[in-house]
T-cell receptor, first 113, second 115 residues
């Protein structure tokens, strides 16, 4: 039978549109969050981070929103490009393992021409 | 800087064999970690080290050993490989500063298959 986790949630967007990727985190004590991008065959790559004393942070074409009330993070990518196609992970630092992170299951972003 | 390097890139083992996955970083980072990534899933922490001579367990430590004799190197040992250890292994390093704001840099990964 199929195994949960083998089928990543997938978001398909048209090139040039905005993308929103959502993530629910698990620990209300987590105080630091990172979004990572992982391309096929490569290690995760840092995109943007946010601390728990903020609710929004902007980078180049990316914005992260944090809602601590419902333990929710989102990553917004403006004017999505083919090079944005990848798997995106949110990661939380709760202090349970020092400065290490607990990763979410990931969302696959597919950019359509 | 080479960043975080891992060897080998690919490895096939038979059940019961042992091997060591190598990880090195040239950024003088205190923190180093090992994660595994199973198909379609996020990364799970195996072991980590906050500095030379200090290691600790992560979320899934069973079946793995680590040691940290130098700042640069953090090898991961599989003592008796099992098919459940088939995965992609990532090493990461960071400055380890307290209070968050601590980006982890990842290596390219080692793809391990245990038959």
């Amino acid at each position: 039978g199929e195994s949960v986790g083998l089928h990543l949630p997938t978001l398909s967007v048209q090139e040039g549109d905005n993308s929103i990727i959502n993530c629910a985190y698990s620990n209300s004590a987590s105080d630091y969050f990172i979004w990572y991008k992982q391309e096929s065959g490569k290690g995760p790559q840092f995109i943007i981070d946010i601390r728990s004393n903020m609710d929004k942070r902007q980078g180049q074409r990316v914005t992260v929103l944090l809602n601590k009330t419902v333990k929710h993070l989102s990553l917004q990518i403006a004017a999505t490009q083919p090079g944005d196609s990848a798997v995106y992970f949110c990661a939380e630092n709760s202090g349970n393992y020092g400065q290490n992170f607990v990763f979410g299951p990931g969302t696959r972003l597919s950019v359509l021409p | 800087n080479a960043g975080v390097t891992q060897t080998p890139k690919f490895q096939v083992l038979k059940t019961g064999q042992s091997m060591t996955l190598q990880c090195a970083q040239d950024m003088n980072h205190e923190y180093m970690s090992w994660y595994r990534q199973d198909p379609g899933m996020g990364l799970r922490l195996i072991h980590y080290s906050v500095g030379a001579g200090i290691t600790d367990q992560g979320e899934v430590p069973n079946g793995y050993n680590v040691s940290r004799s130098t700042t640069e190197d953090f090898p991961l040992r599989l003592l008796s490989a099992a098919p459940s250890q088939t995965s992609v292994y990532f090493c990461a390093s960071s400055t380890g500063t307290s209070g968050g704001g601590n980006e982890q840099f990842f290596g390219p990964g080692t793809r391990l298959t245990v038959l």
